[in-house]
């Protein structure tokens, strides 16, 4: 079975543009959580989908949006990007919500903001 | 607020003895519990996890020991390998419970090295 698919592995954009990443979960997942990993801060939450629904959403801006389409697949974006969103995006897949069932994580996508 | 804590930022240990890795957590309504191991340039990958009616599991060479009196978990891997060095995540979530604690909560993680 597939793992977990993240496109792009890179990204380089300026401040002040906006950027979508893409996540594939594995098949048969409903269930897709975005966190963003930077130096010294660990796994933080962004966000969780489930059955196209946003259930849960952690402490970031409203510049950080996501959604999920009928066939899991989901997407984040970040508008007016800050040298701060420079960071390691993470997404995980599982059957059931997040925090009910061990996640598995895609490579991820590194941002970096000049 | 920081609810699950791993206060070592690093540990190197030999390679063939055993590596111990912590972490605390302050929210009492957790009660499932992750440890994950992260390579550079990759995402993590789940390693063993423990449901709060335990207080050990045991998968191959590592081992978690929960202790929810004290709100602390280990992971113990004997014997350490060179290739089992990695950053070390633990991680919690209250499935009993919904709203905010719906969803897996990190610590900043351990970087294990160990030396042949």
């Known amino acids: 079975k597939a793992g977990v698919t993240q496109t792009p592995r890179y990204l380089i954009k300026t401040r002040g543009q906006q950027v979508t990443l893409s996540c594939s979960p594995i098949s048969g997942h409903r269930s897709v959580s975005w966190y963003q990993q930077t130096p010294g801060q660990g796994l933080q939450f962004l966000f969780e989908?489930?059955?196209?629904?946003?259930?849960n959403k952690g402490n970031f801006p409203g510049r950080f949006s996501g959604r999920q389409f009928s066939n899991s697949r989901s997407e984040m974006n970040v508008s007016t990007l800050e040298l701060g969103d420079s960071a390691l995006y993470l997404c995980?897949?599982?059957?059931?919500?997040?925090?009910?069932?061990?996640?598995?994580f895609g490579p991820g996508t590194r941002l970096t903001v000049l | 607020d920081q609810q699950v804590k791993q206060n070592s930022p690093s540990l190197s240990v030999q390679e063939g003895r055993i590596s111990i890795l912590n972490c605390d957590y302050t929210n009492s309504m957790f009660d499932y519990f992750l440890w994950y191991k992260k390579y550079p340039a990759e995402g993590p990958t789940f390693l063993i996890s423990?449901?709060?009616?335990?207080d050990k599991n045991e998968d191959g060479r590592f081992t978690v020991f929960l202790n929810k009196s004290a709100k602390h978990l280990s992971l113990h891997i004997v014997p350490s390998q060179p290739g089992d060095s990695a950053v070390y995540f633990c991680a919690a979530s209250a499935r009993g419970s919904g709203g905010s604690n719906y969803k897996l909560t990190f610590g900043k993680g351990t970087l294990l090295t160990v030396n042949p």
């Open positions: 995980a897949s599982s059957y059931f919500p997040g925090g009910t069932d061990t996640q598995y």
């Open positions: 423990i449901s709060s009616i335990k």
């Open positions: 989908y489930f059955s196209e629904t946003q259930r």
